[in-house]
Protein backbone atom coordinates (compact mmCIF):
# COMPACT_ATOMS: atom_id res chain seq x y z
CA UNK A 1 0.00 0.00 0.00
CA UNK A 2 0.81 3.79 0.17
CA UNK A 3 1.71 4.04 -3.76
CA UNK A 4 2.29 7.14 -5.22
CA UNK A 5 2.37 7.83 -9.04
CA UNK A 6 4.04 10.96 -10.67
CA UNK A 7 3.43 11.41 -14.05
CA UNK A 8 5.51 12.06 -16.51
CA UNK A 9 8.46 10.55 -15.92
CA UNK A 10 10.45 12.53 -18.42
CA UNK A 11 9.50 15.32 -19.89
CA UNK A 12 11.54 17.54 -22.64
CA UNK A 13 10.03 20.90 -23.98
CA UNK A 14 10.75 24.33 -25.56
CA UNK A 15 11.41 27.22 -24.09
CA UNK A 16 8.52 29.38 -23.49
CA UNK A 17 5.60 26.30 -22.63
CA UNK A 18 4.47 25.11 -20.12
CA UNK A 19 4.83 21.68 -18.52
CA UNK A 20 2.13 19.81 -16.10
CA UNK A 21 3.53 17.19 -13.75
CA UNK A 22 0.52 14.79 -11.92
CA UNK A 23 1.31 13.36 -8.37
CA UNK A 24 -0.92 10.74 -7.69
CA UNK A 25 -1.80 8.88 -4.50
CA UNK A 26 -2.77 5.55 -5.82
CA UNK A 27 -4.36 3.92 -2.63
CA UNK A 28 -4.44 5.95 0.21
CA UNK A 29 -6.04 9.46 0.71
CA UNK A 30 -3.54 12.55 0.82
CA UNK A 31 -4.50 15.80 2.36
CA UNK A 32 -1.10 17.46 2.11
CA UNK A 33 1.37 16.31 -0.50
CA UNK A 34 5.08 18.07 -1.10
CA UNK A 35 6.82 19.29 -4.05
CA UNK A 36 10.79 19.41 -4.15
CA UNK A 37 13.09 20.28 -6.63
CA UNK A 38 16.28 18.31 -6.39
CA UNK A 39 19.82 19.51 -8.52
CA UNK A 40 22.12 16.26 -9.21
CA UNK A 41 23.93 15.04 -6.46
CA UNK A 42 22.13 17.32 -4.19
CA UNK A 43 19.32 17.05 -1.62
CA UNK A 44 15.66 18.01 -1.99
CA UNK A 45 14.60 21.55 -2.08
CA UNK A 46 11.12 21.51 -0.75
CA UNK A 47 9.12 24.28 -3.08
CA UNK A 48 5.82 24.25 -2.02
CA UNK A 49 2.70 22.35 0.72
CA UNK A 50 -0.03 21.61 -1.50
CA UNK A 51 -3.02 21.28 1.09
CA UNK A 52 -6.30 19.90 -0.73
CA UNK A 53 -8.80 22.10 -1.11
CA UNK A 54 -7.03 25.48 -0.39
CA UNK A 55 -3.83 27.24 -2.28
CA UNK A 56 -0.84 25.69 -1.31
CA UNK A 57 1.95 27.19 0.76
CA UNK A 58 5.13 28.05 -0.93
CA UNK A 59 8.75 28.10 0.34
CA UNK A 60 11.21 31.44 0.44
CA UNK A 61 12.39 32.19 -2.54
CA UNK A 62 10.06 29.89 -4.76
CA UNK A 63 7.53 31.99 -7.27
CA UNK A 64 3.99 30.60 -7.25
CA UNK A 65 3.11 32.65 -10.72
CA UNK A 66 6.28 30.32 -12.27
CA UNK A 67 5.33 26.98 -10.42
CA UNK A 68 1.49 26.62 -10.54
CA UNK A 69 -0.19 24.46 -7.30
CA UNK A 70 -3.16 22.64 -7.56
CA UNK A 71 -4.71 20.40 -5.54
CA UNK A 72 -8.18 19.79 -6.41
CA UNK A 73 -8.92 16.31 -4.90
CA UNK A 74 -7.33 13.78 -1.71
CA UNK A 75 -5.63 11.64 -4.48
CA UNK A 76 -4.37 14.35 -7.18
CA UNK A 77 -1.50 16.93 -7.38
CA UNK A 78 -0.41 19.06 -10.13
CA UNK A 79 2.70 21.13 -10.41
CA UNK A 80 2.35 23.47 -13.86
CA UNK A 81 5.96 24.85 -14.38
CA UNK A 82 4.47 27.78 -16.59
CA UNK A 83 6.55 29.52 -19.05
CA UNK A 84 9.57 27.17 -18.66
CA UNK A 85 13.26 28.08 -19.47
CA UNK A 86 16.08 26.28 -19.75
CA UNK A 87 17.01 27.02 -15.92
CA UNK A 88 13.77 25.08 -14.87
CA UNK A 89 15.57 21.77 -15.87
CA UNK A 90 15.88 19.74 -13.50
CA UNK A 91 14.33 16.85 -11.09
CA UNK A 92 10.98 17.35 -9.56
CA UNK A 93 9.67 14.89 -7.34
CA UNK A 94 6.20 15.11 -5.05
CA UNK A 95 5.36 12.80 -1.70
CA UNK A 96 2.32 12.64 0.12
CA UNK A 97 1.20 11.74 3.74
CA UNK A 98 -1.09 8.92 4.27
CA UNK A 99 -4.32 11.31 5.91
CA UNK A 100 -5.19 7.52 7.67
CA UNK A 101 -2.06 6.95 9.25
CA UNK A 102 -0.82 8.00 12.59
CA UNK A 103 2.98 8.14 11.81
CA UNK A 104 5.07 10.76 10.29
CA UNK A 105 6.59 8.65 6.97
CA UNK A 106 6.25 10.41 3.67
CA UNK A 107 5.45 8.66 0.43
CA UNK A 108 7.35 9.56 -2.82
CA UNK A 109 6.94 9.91 -6.29
CA UNK A 110 9.70 8.25 -8.97
CA UNK A 111 9.94 12.00 -9.80
CA UNK A 112 9.96 13.99 -13.16
CA UNK A 113 12.82 14.99 -14.99
CA UNK A 114 11.94 17.61 -16.87
CA UNK A 115 14.33 19.47 -19.45
CA UNK A 116 13.98 22.66 -21.36
CA UNK A 117 15.18 23.25 -24.46
CA UNK B 1 20.61 26.65 7.94
CA UNK B 2 20.77 22.87 7.41
CA UNK B 3 18.59 21.40 9.73
CA UNK B 4 19.94 17.83 9.06
CA UNK B 5 23.16 16.82 8.26
CA UNK B 6 25.21 13.83 7.56
CA UNK B 7 28.09 12.29 7.17
CA UNK B 8 30.29 11.38 5.74
CA UNK B 9 28.83 12.52 2.57
CA UNK B 10 30.15 9.35 0.50
CA UNK B 11 31.17 6.30 1.60
CA UNK B 12 32.36 2.92 -0.02
CA UNK B 13 32.23 -0.49 1.45
CA UNK B 14 32.85 -3.98 0.03
CA UNK B 15 29.74 -5.99 0.26
CA UNK B 16 29.36 -7.82 3.49
CA UNK B 17 30.68 -4.57 5.36
CA UNK B 18 28.68 -3.00 7.91
CA UNK B 19 27.76 0.29 6.53
CA UNK B 20 27.42 3.46 9.42
CA UNK B 21 26.36 7.13 9.01
CA UNK B 22 25.46 9.62 10.57
CA UNK B 23 23.11 12.52 10.89
CA UNK B 24 23.08 15.91 13.05
CA UNK B 25 20.79 18.52 13.90
CA UNK B 26 20.03 21.89 15.26
CA UNK B 27 16.33 22.41 16.59
CA UNK B 28 14.03 19.79 18.80
CA UNK B 29 12.28 17.43 16.91
CA UNK B 30 9.37 15.10 17.03
CA UNK B 31 10.32 12.47 14.93
CA UNK B 32 13.51 11.32 12.88
CA UNK B 33 13.48 9.45 9.81
CA UNK B 34 15.50 7.68 6.94
CA UNK B 35 15.15 7.58 3.40
CA UNK B 36 16.83 6.23 0.45
CA UNK B 37 17.32 7.30 -3.01
CA UNK B 38 18.30 5.04 -6.32
CA UNK B 39 19.87 7.19 -8.93
CA UNK B 40 17.27 8.91 -10.65
CA UNK B 41 14.07 7.72 -8.56
CA UNK B 42 12.05 8.57 -5.81
CA UNK B 43 12.55 8.30 -2.20
CA UNK B 44 11.91 5.44 -0.07
CA UNK B 45 11.23 5.49 3.39
CA UNK B 46 13.19 3.08 5.59
CA UNK B 47 12.75 3.81 9.10
CA UNK B 48 11.36 6.22 11.75
CA UNK B 49 12.47 6.87 15.14
CA UNK B 50 10.71 8.99 17.76
CA UNK B 51 11.97 11.25 20.13
CA UNK B 52 11.54 9.54 23.02
CA UNK B 53 13.07 6.08 21.15
CA UNK B 54 17.01 5.55 21.17
CA UNK B 55 17.28 2.94 19.18
CA UNK B 56 15.13 0.80 16.25
CA UNK B 57 15.58 -2.21 14.25
CA UNK B 58 13.81 -2.99 10.64
CA UNK B 59 15.47 -6.18 9.08
CA UNK B 60 19.42 -5.12 8.56
CA UNK B 61 18.60 -1.75 9.70
CA UNK B 62 19.59 -0.34 13.01
CA UNK B 63 19.20 3.26 13.73
CA UNK B 64 19.80 5.39 17.06
CA UNK B 65 18.88 8.96 18.29
CA UNK B 66 20.31 10.65 20.65
CA UNK B 67 18.35 13.98 21.56
CA UNK B 68 20.90 15.13 23.91
CA UNK B 69 23.78 15.39 21.02
CA UNK B 70 20.75 15.75 18.38
CA UNK B 71 22.21 13.15 16.55
CA UNK B 72 21.14 9.73 14.92
CA UNK B 73 23.41 7.16 13.31
CA UNK B 74 21.95 4.45 10.72
CA UNK B 75 23.84 1.18 10.44
CA UNK B 76 23.23 -1.18 7.72
CA UNK B 77 24.78 -4.81 8.68
CA UNK B 78 26.11 -7.36 6.37
CA UNK B 79 25.65 -4.97 3.23
CA UNK B 80 24.91 -5.99 -0.01
CA UNK B 81 25.61 -4.61 -3.92
CA UNK B 82 21.87 -3.79 -3.87
CA UNK B 83 22.51 -1.69 -1.02
CA UNK B 84 24.39 1.46 -3.09
CA UNK B 85 21.97 4.53 -2.95
CA UNK B 86 22.12 7.69 -1.51
CA UNK B 87 20.69 8.21 1.97
CA UNK B 88 18.91 11.04 3.88
CA UNK B 89 17.94 11.40 6.82
CA UNK B 90 15.04 14.23 7.62
CA UNK B 91 13.51 15.71 10.46
CA UNK B 92 9.79 16.51 11.62
CA UNK B 93 9.67 19.07 14.40
CA UNK B 94 6.19 19.25 14.53
CA UNK B 95 3.94 15.81 14.34
CA UNK B 96 1.89 14.47 11.39
CA UNK B 97 0.96 17.41 9.64
CA UNK B 98 4.45 19.38 9.27
CA UNK B 99 7.14 19.66 6.56
CA UNK B 100 10.21 17.08 6.72
CA UNK B 101 13.90 18.57 6.31
CA UNK B 102 16.10 16.87 4.58
CA UNK B 103 19.73 16.44 5.00
CA UNK B 104 22.21 16.97 1.69
CA UNK B 105 22.26 13.08 1.75
CA UNK B 106 25.21 10.10 1.63
CA UNK B 107 26.35 8.32 -1.35
CA UNK B 108 26.56 4.77 -0.01
CA UNK B 109 28.67 2.27 -2.30
CA UNK B 110 29.20 -1.26 -1.83
CA UNK B 111 31.65 -3.01 -3.81
CA UNK B 112 30.89 -7.12 -4.92
Known amino acids: GAVVSQHPSRVICKSGTSVKIECRSL??????MFWYRQFPKQSLMLMAT?????????EQGVEKDKFLINHASLTLSTLTVTSAHPEDSSFYICSARDAGRATGELFFGEGSRLTVL | SQQGEEDPQALSIQEGENATMNCSYKTSINNLQWYRQNSGRGLVHLILIRSNEREKHSGRLRVTLDTSKKSSSLLITASRAADTASYFC????????????FGKGITLSVRP
Open chain 2, 90 to 101: ATDRAGANSKLT
Open chain 1, 50 to 58: SNEGSKATY
Open chain 1, 27 to 32: DFQATT
